[in-house]
């Protein structure tokens, strides 16, 4: 039986990170609309009493809801039916000066996931820990990992079916990849790494494809110089899809290490690249590198979101993903046929294009960060390292047939240097500088995609780039937060502004909706941080390459807001 499922058809709840299994951040939910969203007002609020940055969305199930913080990674479950009153608290002990130092971008955590009666909690020092939804005990936990070596955790657990499936974080400390599966009960089904030995990454030679074809014996290993591999990142710490019928889940990993690239000649398989596995055996069956020997940090972590639609007169099951490389990725599911990729920002300019035959890039020279062989300092990159999306997750609108997507709209300047590896110190070998495309001052666009076409449809500039999750509503209203704190309602079809709130902190969390006695809410976490505000979640950060180059880059984000983790909801 899948609970799951059938809890997720329930427009009343939002019982996973994304609300649904395939990513899409949807609801049915229409009582509040583009007429009448004009007159949403605060209905309540909860500070979490955590500063730093507040990511992912609280769940909420049958009249409880249950919300993270950063580290220390706190959950409350606050009672609906009793005015919000706290029902538990979960605060766990985790060792501060091991793990916290070892975070790349922020103490952020992604959120909770339930399943069987359980909520569960990915914590910043690698325990996954699942809590009794009725009472906050601790049912299990299993610490999987090593902050030591720099192994954080900041991502959600995802439950799909049966399984919990958790990533990993590092890939700033060499730590490679890997994505573990769990059953309900604790027991770890099985692992699968992102590079080595075939065996270990649960690939098989003959039957795992990419770009159609077999991926053949070593297909890892021979794209590294001898042990590399074993330091060589592809972490996993993005959002998760899966979709029932295929018993397919699907994810990105992240960028190789060193930030370096010319001490790691190579493809560096398989960092870099999109996933589809089958749920039970862990077992690859396709996988395709979307940016082999990245120069940049394009990290592919970003979520893979699944939408059934008609391309070229044709049903497909697509997978869709808005990469950190600038490019928007519509993949055939079932197979891992690669069928559109587009820029959708038009100022990247590392790459003229893909070739959908080769899957590769045409990439143009003068961004290259290693050339023969040597370092380069390469000045006017587009996208940054942080990517033309980060981590912040879009939504999308069966009924519309569009993407909802946060940009950013950031270049930079790329300096690497040697850099050794020491276990559990900083492995990047890079200095950046972050700013706005040449003549234009704005770091973000929210907009709207078609991703049959791989076309931007409507863009709406913002002032930062916006690190919010979007929610799309069937009432076709379209929220999302920006990091001045403010929680913003655009209509759908044309992207205009219907409604804003400026909540208490910059907002970094996404926004969600649920329905309480015959009310529809939204509710945002707001609690400026992350990579982006990293230089106000950590103010001895000055320089403006401080913060692997974000500190420069969002510098007037501390005259638009300030710290603090609040829970903001709102309805008519
Ligand atoms: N985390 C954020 C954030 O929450 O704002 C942004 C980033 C991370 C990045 O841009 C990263 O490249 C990144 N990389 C890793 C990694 O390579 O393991 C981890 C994380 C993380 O866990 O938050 C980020």
Same mark, same amino acid.
């Given at each position: 039986a899948d609970e799951l499922l059938q809890m997720q058809q329930n427009e009343n709840n939002w019982v996973m990170p994304a609300g649904n299994y395939n990513n899409q951040r949807y609801s049915e939910l229409t009582q509040i609309n583009k007429d009448n969203v #004009?007159?949403?007002?605060? !209905?309540? &609020?909860? &500070?979490? =009493?955590v500063l730093r940055g507040h990511e992912g969305n609280a769940l909420v199930i049958d009249g409880t809801m249950y919300v993270h913080t950063p580290f220390p990674n706190i959950v409350f479950a606050l009672d609906l039916n009793n005015d919000g009153a706290i029902k538990w608290k979960y605060e766990p002990k985790q060792n501060y000066d091991e793990t916290v130092p070892v975070m790349c971008c922020d103490t952020v955590n992604? *959120?909770?996931s339930y399943a069987d009666g359980k909520i569960f909690l990915n914590q910043a020092d690698t325990t996954l820990v699942a809590l009794n939804a009725a009472d906050g005990s601790v049912a299990w936990s299993d610490k999987r990992d090593d902050p030591k070596r720099g192994a954080t955790s900041t991502a959600a657990a995802h439950v799909f079916k049966d399984k919990i499936i958790v990533g990993i974080s590092g890939g700033e400390f060499g730590v490679r990849g890997y994505v573990q599966a769990y059953d309900l009960d604790g027991n770890v089904k099985y692992k699968a790494y992102s590079t080595g030995p075939d065996d270990e990454m649960l690939v098989d030679p003959e039957k795992t494809t990419s770009m159609l074809k077999?991926? *053949?014996?070593?297909? $890892?290993?021979?794209?590294?110089?001898?042990d590399q591999w074993k330091i060589g990142g592809g972490t996993t710490w993005g959002w998760y899809s899966y979709d029932p019928d295929l018993n397919m889940f699907y994810y990105g990993n992240g960028n190789? &290490?060193?930030?370096n690239p010319v001490q790691r000649p190579g493809d560096n398989k398989w960092s870099m690249s999109l996933w589809g596995r089958d749920l039970d055996t862990g077992m690859a069956k396709w996988v395709y590198q979307m940016t082999p020997y990245d120069e940049w940090d394009y990290d592919g972590v970003n979520e893979v979101v699944l939408v059934d639609q008609k391309l070229k007169g044709k049903m497909r099951k697509t997978a869709v993903h808005f990469d950190r490389n600038g490019f928007g990725y519509t993949m055939d599911r079932v197979t891992g046929e690669l069928l559109v990729a587009e820029k959708y920002d038009p100022v990247v300019n590392w790459s003229n294009g893909v070739n959908l035959k080769t899957g590769l890039h045409d990439r143009v020279a003068k961004y290259s960060t290693a050339r023969n062989g040597e370092d380069v300092n390469t000045t006017g990159i587009c996208p940054a390292a942080l990517? $033309? #999306?980060?981590?912040?997750? $879009? !939504?999308y609108s069966p009924r519309t047939g569009l993407h909802y997507v946060p940009t950013n709209h950031v270049c930079m300047d790329y300096e690497p240097f040697e850099v050794e590896y020491v276990a559990g110190q900083p492995y990047v070998g890079a200095t950046l500088s972050m700013y706005p495309p040449e003549g234009q001052t704005h770091l973000g666009n929210f907009i709207a995609w078609d991703s049959r076409e791989g076309k931007i449809v409507w863009s709406n500039p913002e002032r930062f780039s916006v690190w919010s999750g979007a929610l799309a509503t069937a009432s076709d209203v379209v929220f999302y937060g920006t990091l001045e704190g403010y929680l913003k309602a655009v209509d759908a079809q044309t992207g205009r502004e219907l409604w804003r709130f400026k909540?208490? &902190? =910059?907002?970094?969390?996404?926004?969600?909706?649920? #329905?309480?006695? *015959?009310?529809?809410?939204?509710s945002i976490l707001s609690g400026v941080g992350g990579w982006a505000g990293i230089g106000m979640a950590i103010p001895s950060l000055e320089n403006d390459t401080d913060g692997l180059g974000a500190v420069g880059a969002y510098k007037s984000l501390s005259s638009w807001t300030n710290?603090?983790?609040v829970l903001s909801v709102f309805s008519l």
């Open positions: #004009k007159d949403l007002n605060m !209905a309540w &609020s909860f &500070s979490t =009493g992604r *959120g909770l077999p991926v *053949g014996k070593d297909s $890892s290993l021979k794209t590294w110089q001898g190789p &290490s060193t930030w990517g $033309s #999306k980060d981590q912040q997750p $879009s !939504a909540t208490p &902190s =910059g907002v970094i969390g996404n926004v969600n909706t649920y #329905k309480h006695d *015959g009310k529809q809410y939204i710290l603090g983790g």
